[in-house]
């Protein structure tokens, strides 16, 4: 069972380049979500999909953009890298939109570093 | 505003031993909680979750414990192995939230 995959797993920018993180899900899960994790933090929320076609900011959301390509994918780019974007990503899916029993799944993680 | 936390950044027990892993959060109104273990290198898991109606919930060789009264919750880990050691989030959800918020982790080192 693949469940979350995300791709690149590691990857090395120069400040002011663009990229975007891809990723699916398998589980027919209706909402998506970004995460950065910064060494020694727990998981901030970048921006989320609670279902198709629909996007919302979370906590940390500028510098970054986010497109729900279908209810599998869903991508997160960065247009104009800066140093304070290195972090591990995370994309995560979850079968409820809202509250009690809401459990995320998440994948492996991509490494960003800006230099 | 709402934060989820941890008492102990750091937690090294002897295999074999129980473990016990604390988080605090401030918003009265979350209702639903899970417990993240978080290898070197890859995504968190899920390990347990509970449910605001519920004081304690045991899973394999795993418990947890809500006191809603103070607003904490601990991860119980019987006979600690090796492969246990990982960094433990707790993260919590309530009612019109659609996504967790976690705490910042508690790092468990198993010595043999």
């Known amino acids: 069972n693949a469940g979350v995959t995300q791709t690149p797993k590691f990857q090395v920018l120069k400040t002011g380049q663009s990229m975007t993180l891809q990723c699916a899900q398998d589980m027919n899960h209706n909402s998506m979500y970004w995460y950065r994790q910064d060494p020694g933090m727990g998981l901030r929320l970048i921006y989320y999909s609670a279902s198709e076609g629909t996007t919302d900011k979370g906590e940390v959301p500028n510098g970054y953009n986010v497109s729900r390509l279908n209810k599998r994918e869903f991508s997160l780019r960065l247009e104009s890298a800066a140093p304070s974007q290195t972090s591990v990503y995370f994309c995560a899916s979850s079968s409820r939109t809202s509250g009690s029993g809401n459990t995320i799944y998440f994948g492996e993680g991509s490494w960003l570093t800006v230099v | 505003g709402e934060s989820v936390g941890l008492h102990l950044p750091t937690l090294s027990v002897q295999e074999g031993d129980n473990s016990i892993i604390n988080c605090a959060y401030s918003?009265?109104?979350?209702?639903?909680f899970i417990w993240y273990k978080q290898e070197s290198g890859k995504g968190p898991q899920f390990i347990i979750d509970?449910?605001?109606?519920?004081d304690k919930r045991q899973g394999q060789r795993v418990t947890v414990l809500l006191n809603k009264t103070v607003k904490h919750l601990s991860l119980q880990i019987a006979a600690t192995q090796p492969g246990d050691s990982a960094v433990y989030f707790c993260?919590?959800?309530?009612?019109?939230?659609?996504?967790?918020?976690f705490g910042s982790g508690t790092r468990l080192q198993v010595q043999p």
């Open positions: 918003n009265s109104a979350s209702d639903y």
């Open positions: 509970i449910r605001s109606n519920m």
């Open positions: 993260a919590e959800n309530g009612a019109g939230r659609r996504a967790l918020t």
